[in-house]
T-cell receptor, first 116, second 113 residues
Framework: AQSVTQLGSHVSVSEGALVLLRCNYSSSVPPYLFWYVQYPNQGLQLLLKYTTGATLVKGINGFEAEFKKSETSFHLTKPSAHMSDAAEYFCAVRGRISGGYNKLIFGAGTRLAVHP | SQTIHQWPATLVQPVGSPLSLECTVE??????LYWYRQAAGRGLQLLFY??????ISSEVPQNLSASRPQDRQFILSSKKLLLSDSGFYLC????????????FGQGTRLTVV
């Protein structure tokens, strides 16, 4: 079975500082990994995804993530935080399971605060 | 392009009343459909998913049910709401291939009083 662990339910950074949000996954099949962002009272928006190929994935709003199979990690980073990055971030894994369907399994989320 | 509509955006219902939340998808056919619930500080919990008309799988035992009367329509229901049903409900769709992402509606904030 697949699972996702996000380390740190709250992360606070200064504007202009590096953002690092941690995600570790567990999957018995090759994983497909996703990062989503959620602004208050809104749905989730895809930031980036890893399927196959290049392990460093670039997404929207200057975010990127690196798939490290040996560490079963998919951490999200941004070199310089902006006030508008304040939101909740979810890591998710999707893998084929019996029955032929695919479920998207989410971590518990990390709330990012950016202060001046 | 594909779009997903979910309504209502907010809902306040008394305990014991019925519930019906609706979600429709446009611009695609035979999508996988999902209902998630988000409780404060607890991430997203998958409630139901559907791979086709009339095919509903439940992830957790609960007071809610789901139906898929048409290919691109997914309904979340309850006959009698409980206080614990309060939360933020999200509908989503995806292709059946594993390397594609899910697309989410804007959510429904349900408060049971």
């Amino acid at each position: 079975a697949q699972s996702v662990t996000q380390l740190g339910s709250h992360v606070s950074v200064s504007e202009g500082a590096l953002v690092l949000l941690r995600c570790n996954y567990s999957s018995s099949v090759p994983p497909y990994l996703f990062w989503y962002v959620q602004y208050p009272n809104q749905g989730l928006q895809l930031l980036l995804k890893y399927t196959t190929g290049a392990t460093l994935v670039k997404g929207i709003n200057g975010f990127e993530a690196e798939f490290k199979k040996s560490e079963t990690s998919f951490h999200l980073t941004k070199p310089s935080a902006h006030m508008s990055d304040a939101a909740e971030y979810f890591c998710a894994v999707r893998g084929r399971i019996s029955g032929g369907y695919n479920k998207l399994i989410f971590g518990a989320g990390t709330r990012l605060a950016v202060h001046p | 392009s594909q779009t997903i509509h979910q309504w209502p955006a907010t809902l306040v219902q008394p305990v014991g009343s019925p519930l019906s939340l609706e979600c429709t998808v446009e611009g695609t056919s035979n999508p996988n459909l999902y209902w998630y619930r988000q409780a404060a500080g607890r991430g997203l919990q998958l409630l139901f998913y559907s791979v086709g008309i009339g095919q509903i799988s439940s992830e957790v035992p609960q007071n809610l049910s789901a139906s898929r009367p048409q290919d691109r329509q997914f309904i979340l229901s309850s006959k009698k709401l409980l206080l614990s049903d309060s939360g933020f409900y999200l509908c989503a769709w995806s292709d059946s291939t594993p390397n594609t992402e899910a697309f989410f509606g804007q959510g429904t904030r349900l408060t049971v009083v």
